[in-house]
């Protein structure tokens, strides 16, 4: 019971995240689905985790979270750098790399 | 832990924080602002933080606090901040019905995991919770010595990441600096306001940001509400604001006494 909650929870809030970048279109909401994403991964870890007894699941998320910070920094730059040559945020208009 | 039951403590745990982190998921897919979506997203991370503390690792539920809450989400609200919060989504469809396939793929990615999730077997839940006080030396002493190297490349990694985010930010200039005398000479050359624009807020009556200012001759003075909030739609108008000025409007000279 305990292991199959967390992971239906775990699944719940991967899908919320992965469809929120299917649907929406300002890219900052679109890269919080996938940091959304990272920590319904880690939450699963967690879960099998405390399952064997023992920390390498822990260590994984804590892995995870090191380069979801590494991953934020770089994307929310070229979202800076994007918005300052482009005039917006959103993921339909950034089409510099299609002609 | 006994075994596939979850205790009562983390059972009422589970079930309170578990909706509050799905609630503040969610604002993501119907939420229209970005920054209540980020803030949305906080409540999340730290429900997330909650039920890592629950399945006995404290030290992951501190640094989901710490990095996520504390860095990364404050960074997304920077940035928003940033780029400006009159950037709302645009809800035009480029490719016709993409909303609803979005829809119907996450629905089935939904079923897809919850269907492999519930039919699979687990085993019996061992269980650290003997060790959870002492969750952040166990951590450590893996950490350091069997993946000390594994550390050491991720040490590497936000090093790179922080030198890439200086240059994918960073502009060369390539025109000189305007100085403020050319910065004069321009405007009075283009006919432009060479004083600062008149504050906000008309005749005492109102002093908030977004009331318009008002001429002698009791015209609006558009350029006096600041340009974001002019940008947003949020401007005042005289009418919605009160009945006397629109009656009464204030000009300039004496005025009359009526009876």
Not at chain 2, 153 to 178: E, F, N, Q, S, W
Request: proline fraction near 4%.
């Amino acid at each position: 019971m305990s292991v199959t909650a967390y992971l239906l929870l775990a699944s719940v809030i991967f899908v919320i995240g992965a469809t929120t970048v299917l649907v929406r279109r300002n890219s900052i909401v679109v890269f919080m689905g996938i940091e959304l994403m990272l920590n319904a991964a880690n939450l699963a870890f967690l879960a099998f985790a405390r399952m064997w007894g023992n920390v390498e699941g822990q260590l994984a998320a804590f892995f995870v979270m090191v380069v979801a910070a590494a991953e934020v920094v770089v994307g929310l730059a070229i979202i800076v750098s994007l918005f300052r040559t482009r005039r917006t945020v959103s993921v339909d208009d950034e089409n510099l790399l299609r002609h | 832990m006994n075994g596939l039951e979850m205790s009562t403590a983390e059972q009422v745990l589970f079930w309170i924080v578990g909706p509050i982190t799905v609630l503040g998921a969610s604002a993501l897919l119907f939420s229209k602002r970005a920054v209540l979506t980020a803030c949305s997203v906080m409540v999340t991370m730290v429900g997330l933080a909650f039920l890592y503390v629950g399945l006995g690792s404290p030290f992951l539920g501190v640094v989901q606090v710490v990095v996520y809450t504390g860095a990364i989400m404050m960074l997304f609200v920077f940035v928003l901040m940033l780029v400006g919060v009159d950037v709302s989504d645009s809800f035009v469809e480029t490719i016709r019905g993409q909303r609803w396939i979005g829809a119907i793929f996450g629905l089935g990615l939904l079923v897809v995991l919850a269907g492999a999730v519930y039919r699979s077997t687990f085993t019996f839940v061992i269980g650290g919770e003997g060790a959870a006080g002492d969750n952040a030396g166990a951590v450590a002493s893996l950490l350091f010595s069997d993946f000390a190297f594994t550390l050491e490349v991720t040490g590497c990694l936000l090093i790179v990441a922080a030198m890439g985010a200086v240059i994918l930010t960073h502009r060369v200039r390539l025109t000189k600096p305007v100085t403020q005398p050319q910065l004069m000479a321009g405007r009075t050359k283009r006919g432009l306001r060479l004083t600062p624009p008149p504050a906000p807020g008309n005749y005492a009556r109102h002093n908030a940001a977004d009331v318009p200012a008002i001429d002698p001759s009791g015209r609006v003075i558009e350029a006096s509400v600041p340009s974001s909030l002019r940008l947003r739609g949020q401007v005042h108008t005289l009418r919605g604001l009160s009945q006397d000025l629109l009656e009464d409007p204030p000009a300039c000279g004496p005025k009359e006494v009526k009876p």
